[in-house]
């Protein structure tokens, strides 16, 4: 059953490989060199899974994201091809480089047709051999915009976070992350507004330039919390202008307001679904 399993995660990956290649090589990843002085980094993408890192993109870049989260169970075996026969839940986004600092983005998710309007700021950055550190902020406005049983402009169905983004490297290999964050009513059905205080944290391991694990966990610190907490793990591949992960999670919400509130399993293996993010860097 294993080999079966990573049979299927094999061809899944050579797939979207083959047509990055043909379809999409043209565009690269590297920055170009048009500002004399680059802003630090640390992590390689704009996010861990979920969280938010403090990376952002080049003044003009544009990058989409399409992501995954199948809802049938890894447990439910070949009978389900481990979660890959669907449904899913679906995000897409686009985000654009204001200055090499600043990016603004606009992501859809299919549950509730969850539509967030979101800001990334890199406040500043130390760089030291030991102990770099880099520090940003993100926020959003939220407009849930076919939620069950109301209209789309019933004030319930707006949510409003912020978090504050804390990025180090060790030995430029182990990144770790801190993102605090605050929701604005957490959960849309809920009778009255609710919030919550989360205390998210990442880490992902850089094997090779290209290839790294990782994985993060989203405890909430006080205020609403949909039975458990969020947590997710896998690996990333990073090829030119395209960064692929495949994910395995507790919570099949993608979008950061629905992440935020927790999940509705724990993190026992009956539980765990499969999903996968895909981003790519637009230069034009």
Avoid at 26 to 40: A, K, M, N, T, V
Avoid at 128 to 143: K, L
Avoid at 186 to 196: D, G, H, L, V
Wanted: proline share 3%; hydrophobic share 40%.
């Amino acid at each position: 059953m294993i080999m079966k399993f990573l049979k299927v995660i094999s061809f899944y990956l050579f797939i979207v490989l083959l047509f990055q290649k043909h379809l999409l090589g043209q565009i690269s990843w590297e920055r170009s060199g048009e500002s004399s002085i680059l802003p630090l980094q640390l992590f390689h993408s704009t996010h861990s899974i979920i969280l938010p890192t403090t990376e952002t993109l080049q003044k003009g870049d544009l990058e989409f994201e399409v992501s995954h989260r199948f809802l049938p169970t890894i447990s439910d075996g070949s009978k389900e091809l481990y979660g890959f026969d669907g449904p899913a839940n679906i995000k897409l986004g686009l985000s654009y480089g204001i200055t090499d600092d600043l990016l603004a983005g606009i992501t859809r998710s299919n549950v509730n047709d969850n539509l967030e309007l979101i800001i990334k700021y890199r406040l500043f950055g130390y760089e030291n051999e030991a102990f770099p550190f880099v520090i940003g902020v993100r926020g959003a406005a939220v407009w849930n915009t076919d939620p069950v049983g109301r209209k789309a402009d019933d004030n319930r169905n707006f949510q409003y976070y912020g978090q504050l983004v804390i990025n180090t490297m060790i030995d430029k290999k182990l990144g770790i992350g801190f993102v605090p964050s605050y929701l604005y009513n957490s959960n849309i059905y809920c009778a009255c507004k609710k919030t919550s205080f989360t205390f998210g944290t990442n880490i992902q391991y850089y094997i090779s330039p290209s290839f790294s694990l990782l994985g993060e966990w989203n405890p909430t610190g006080s205020g609403f919390r949909n039975r458990y907490d969020s947590i997710s793990f896998g690996f990333e591949l990073e090829t030119g202008g395209h960064f692929f992960k495949i994910i395995v999670t507790n919570n099949s919400n993608l979008n950061t307001s629905q992440y935020l509130g927790g999940s509705d399993l724990d993190i026992a293996s009956k539980n765990l679904r499969l999903g996968f993010n895909i981003t790519r860097l637009l230069k034009f």
